[in-house]
């Protein structure tokens, strides 16, 4: 079965992606939308706005990045300088340090670039197509979440009616956690990108970094991507720095202010303000962010925390699949006496309450 579904997912991913995050939007969206309505403004209209005011938002931040990478772009001249510097010195530091000739220093760059040119269409290919690719899911993800806003009320009759009467009441109650569940946990990551993306723009600030913004904003934003994300970039910072600054206590500093913040991030933000809205403890978290980007790439990174929260939500409500939602989890340390009446019944299958 799980085998039939992540096949199912990596085929179909060019169509589940733009409806999942359709779904996401609409359901972040909601609150504004019936706002709106009640206003006595017409349902399609008021739908219409909530996207559109979405979009503007989207579009304005996209505006301000590209604004700051048009900045940066207009100084990769300098850059280049500055970088051919860096490396006439970090070869003659690997011809003293390690004995290497110059010559044989350039037959391996040789090499290397040579290997990188013959690829080099391939991914200019690439990266036009990925760019192509995603302009069509910003259109589809807009005309989709309008939809299922408008459409809101049909598809949840249609949800309620697959299932027979005796069940309603759980499926309400599936829907209206998943609902409260993935809007909060967008505000929460929302929330999150904000504050990092304002302390390390605030940090870099400080310390005369150039391009402190765009940097500040970039991290916060490869932060999505479990470790790899800030390690990355840190790095890009770092190289940047190299290129625009002379003083090389900026990198000391930049690496451990940097690191700071993402300690403070990662046990005390991230838990309270996004961590505190999905109850997934960290195995089933790391497993499933990979389990994720292996069948969607970067999108599958983003959509696997609401999924697996989902799923727990509806595994605590499914007799016979309780076990699962133990196992997805954080109630480590809880007390049998404090469990869930179902979830204590579940428990009691797998280990017997002594009498």
């Given at each position: 079965m799980l085998f039939l579904l992540g096949s199912i997912a990596y085929?179909?991913?060019?169509?589940?992606?733009?409806i999942y995050f359709s779904i996401l939007l609409a359901i972040l969206l909601l609150p504004l939308a019936n706002a709106i309505e009640r206003l006595k403004i017409p349902r399609a209209f008021a739908d219409l706005t909530a996207v559109l005011s979405a979009v503007i938002v989207i579009v304005l931040l996209i505006y301000f990045l590209s604004t700051q990478i048009s900045s940066f772009v207009s100084d990769v001249p300098s850059i280049k300088k500055h970088l051919t510097e860096h490396y006439v010195t970090l070869r003659d530091w690997v011809s003293h340090k390690f004995n290497i000739s110059f010559t044989q220093q350039t037959v391996f760059i040789r090499n290397t670039t040579k290997e990188i040119t013959n690829s080099g269409g391939e991914y200019v290919g690439q990266t036009f197509s990925s760019l192509t690719e995603t302009l069509i899911v910003i259109v589809l993800v807009t005309i989709y979440t309008f939809l299922i806003l408008f459409y809101r009320h049909l598809i949840r009759?249609?949800?309620?009616?697959?299932?027979?009467?005796?069940?309603l009441s759980r499926v309400e109650e599936v829907l209206a956690e998943s609902k409260s569940m993935v809007k909060n946990y967008m505000l929460g990551l929302l929330t999150e990108m904000a504050i990092i993306a304002t302390v390390n723009s605030i940090i870099l600030l400080c310390l005369g970094i150039k391009y402190a913004i765009f940097l500040g904003i970039f991290i916060a934003i490869l932060n999505l991507v479990p470790y790899i994300g800030i390690i990355t970039g840190i790095l890009f910072t770092v190289?940047?720095?190299?290129?625009?600054?002379?003083?090389?206590?900026?990198?000391?500093?930049?690496?451990?202010?940097?690191?700071?913040?993402?300690?403070?991030?990662?046990?005390?933000?991230m838990p309270r303000i996004v961590g505190s809205k999905v109850k997934i403890n960290a195995l089933m978290a790391i497993t499933g962010v990979l389990f994720g980007g292996s069948l969607m790439g970067l999108a599958g990174v983003f959509l696997a925390l609401p999924t697996?929260?989902?799923?727990?939500?509806?595994?605590?409500?499914?007799?016979?699949?309780?076990?699962?939602?133990?196992?997805?989890?954080?109630?480590?340390?809880?007390?049998?006496?404090?469990?869930?009446?179902?979830?204590?019944?579940?428990?009691?299958?797998?280990?017997?309450e002594k009498e």
């Amino acid at each position: 079965m799980l085998f039939l579904l992540g096949s199912i997912a990596y085929l179909g991913r060019g169509i589940i992606v733009p409806i999942y995050f359709s779904i996401l939007l609409a359901i972040l969206l909601l609150p504004l939308a019936n706002a709106i309505e009640r206003l006595k403004i017409p349902r399609a209209f008021a739908d219409l706005t909530a996207v559109l005011s979405a979009v503007i938002v989207i579009v304005l931040l996209i505006y301000f990045l590209s604004t700051q990478i048009s900045s940066f772009v207009s100084d990769v001249p300098s850059i280049k300088k500055h970088l051919t510097e860096h490396y006439v010195t970090l070869r003659d530091w690997v011809s003293h340090k390690f004995n290497i000739s110059f010559t044989q220093q350039t037959v391996f760059i040789r090499n290397t670039t040579k290997e990188i040119t013959n690829s080099g269409g391939e991914y200019v290919g690439q990266t036009f197509s990925s760019l192509t690719e995603t302009l069509i899911v910003i259109v589809l993800v807009t005309i989709y979440t309008f939809l299922i806003l408008f459409y809101r009320h049909l598809i949840r009759r249609f949800i309620l009616a697959v299932f027979i009467k005796e069940h309603l009441s759980r499926v309400e109650e599936v829907l209206a956690e998943s609902k409260s569940m993935v809007k909060n946990y967008m505000l929460g990551l929302l929330t999150e990108m904000a504050i990092i993306a304002t302390v390390n723009s605030i940090i870099l600030l400080c310390l005369g970094i150039k391009y402190a913004i765009f940097l500040g904003i970039f991290i916060a934003i490869l932060n999505l991507v479990p470790y790899i994300g800030i390690i990355t970039g840190i790095l890009f910072t770092v190289l940047v720095t190299l290129t625009t600054s002379s003083n090389a206590n900026d990198i000391l500093w930049i690496i451990i202010s940097l690191g700071i913040v993402h300690i403070v991030d990662s046990n005390i933000l991230m838990p309270r303000i996004v961590g505190s809205k999905v109850k997934i403890n960290a195995l089933m978290a790391i497993t499933g962010v990979l389990f994720g980007g292996s069948l969607m790439g970067l999108a599958g990174v983003f959509l696997a925390l609401p999924t697996l929260a989902i799923l727990k939500i509806i595994f605590d409500r499914v007799d016979g699949l309780e076990p699962w939602g133990i196992l997805l989890g954080d109630e480590v340390h809880v007390k049998r006496s404090k469990l869930s009446s179902r979830l204590k019944k579940a428990t009691n299958k797998i280990i017997p309450e002594k009498e």
